[in-house]
């Protein structure tokens, strides 16, 4: 069958039609309890009358005018992420991939000012950085760059959490070194702190800058503002997405001044990056999110949640393996195939996100109540109980 859609996904037999905090209601009327927020986009749930507000209000106000001039709502959302991180600038894109390529070129442009051939950018396995051509470089794996050839050169991917691996890859010749603190499409993957911490070192040792994709790790998910906090150490670089929309396309690059100091006028630029619209959204999601309240409010349910999740994978030895992750960023480590587990899921209105490493992601709005973890767990007990007796 021709469709007009490409079909790069695949794409499972259900549309929505409304959505209210962490439910999700589809054509027929049916009701799901929704576990992957949109892949972790939907930090606030769905329709929160705070950003349905905002998006109204701006949006009879203006919408886009460019970079070409000043944008007031720009600088404001640029102003609360500088206050609240280690960083001295932002720029504004549409989307975490966008952010990528911002990242790999000012690593780049920043080593060509100084008069230093740096261009090697070290990554790792298991990394999701985006899929566009300098995104699927950094990741390396053979599912995401087959058939895309040449790629971009000048990157290397070592295991992930290996130090000593990472210690023999850096050189002279290294740009930078970019990481996610939690891998999300990896499988839910935490770096301790210990290996950030020396990640951190090693860069200063050798030079080399960092950065730090926090786009599916970002903006609450981990119980901080931002993952790397947990380990007190921070980022040159940091790409940011998914959570500061709220669900409107949304992305930003966060950088200190040295490391920034080599993008100019005239060396990046975007269209709709930073348009007034998004970046309204964006101010009122992180003014509620980077509430120090309301992050204790995240490390709360996400205990509770964890909690009743490690009992899950005590009741179905069979069905589940582990508990992965930190925050309301988890997994659940599979012993059958995971996308069963989300299938079985789907008979149980519930939806959940497959990962890499036979892992399904859980990845609720941080405004989850608590009754609706309890549905969660009652309804992935459902789902794993069908699994046993397959």
């Not at 054509?27 to 927020?37: A, V």
């Not at 023999?168 to 702190?193: F, H, M, N, W, Y």
């Not at 040295?258 to 269209?271: D, I």
Request: aromatic content about 6%; hydrophobic content about 45%.
């Amino acid at each position: 069958m021709i469709t007009t859609v490409l079909p790069t996904y695949n794409r499972a037999p259900l549309a929505f039609v409304k959505g209210e905090g962490s439910w999700l209601f589809a054509e027929d009327g049916s009701r799901y309890l929704d576990l992957g927020s949109g892949i972790a986009v939907n930090a606030l749930g769905h329709a929160h009358p705070v950003l349905v507000q905002t998006l109204t209000e701006q949006a009879q106000k203006l919408w886009h005018v460019s970079n070409v001039y000043r944008i007031p709502e720009q600088e404001a959302l640029a102003d609360l992420l500088v206050d609240a991180t280690f960083a001295d600038t932002v720029f504004f894109t549409n989307s975490g991939t966008e952010a990528a390529e911002l990242a790999i070129k000012m690593a780049r442009k920043y080593w060509y000012d100084k008069g230093e051939a740096r261009t090697e950018i070290i990554a790792f396995e298991g990394a999701f950085h985006g899929r566009s051509t300098g995104a699927i470089a950094a990741a390396g794996s053979e599912k995401m760059v087959k058939g895309f050839g040449p790629l971009m050169p000048g990157f290397k991917q070592v295991a992930f959490g290996d130090h000593e691996a990472l210690a023999s890859a850096i050189s002279d010749k290294t740009a930078a070194v970019i990481i996610e603190p939690i891998q999300g499409e990896g499988g839910i993957r935490t770096l301790s702190d210990a290996c950030l911490k020396g990640l951190r070192d090693l860069c200063d040792e050798t030079g080399a800058l960092l950065i730090f994709d926090e786009v599916q790790c970002g903006m609450g998910r981990s119980g901080k503002l931002f993952a790397h906090e947990w380990a007190g150490v921070t980022p040159d670089i940091m790409m940011v997405a998914k959570g500061i929309g709220g669900g409107f396309p949304l992305g930003a690059v966060l950088a200190t001044e040295e490391a920034a100091s080599a993008m100019v006028a005239g060396t990046h630029g975007s269209t709709y990056g930073g348009n007034p619209l998004a970046c309204a959204v964006g101010a009122a999601v992180m003014r509620i999110v980077s509430d120090d309240a309301f992050l204790a409010e995240v490390n709360r349910k996400a205990a509770l949640f964890r909690q009743g999740l490690e009992g899950l994978v005590a009741a179905h030895p069979t069905v589940f393996k582990a508990v992965r992750g930190q925050g309301l960023m988890l997994g659940l480590e599979c012993a059958v195939t995971n996308t069963d587990v989300v299938k079985a899921a789907y008979g149980q209105n519930l939806l959940t996100v497959a990962a890499s490493d036979n892992v399904i992601r859980l990845l609720p709005a941080l405004t989850i109540q608590d009754a609706d973890i309890t549905e969660a767990l009652k309804r992935l007990d459902a789902a794993a109980t069908t699994l046993d007796a397959a």
